[in-house]
């Protein structure tokens, strides 16, 4: 029991800071998306669009 204590608080301990982590990590993209969105729109209606490839239909 004593065993599973401590391994249980470690997983806490671990799952915890893998939510921290994950938390950072949005803000951090949420920060990158705020500053540079416009120039991420500008580059991607630059680039030609490719046209879909026709569908073979035999019926």
């Keep these: 029991r004593a ?3 401590r391994v249980t608080r470690h997983l806490r ?3 915890q800071a ?3 982590i ?3 990590y949005s803000a951090l993209y949420s920060a990158f998306e705020r500053e ?3 120039e ?3 580059i991607g209606k ?3 669009q490719q046209k879909p ?3 073979f239909n035999w019926r």
């Design 13 to 15: 301990r671990v799952a």
């Design 53 to 55: 490839t026709p569908r």
């Design 46 to 48: 630059g680039r030609s």
């Design 36 to 38: 540079d969105e416009s």
């Design 18 to 20: 893998e939510k921290l």
């Design 3 to 5: 065993r599973a204590r």
């Design 22 to 24: 994950a938390k950072s």
């Design 40 to 42: 991420l729109m500008k």
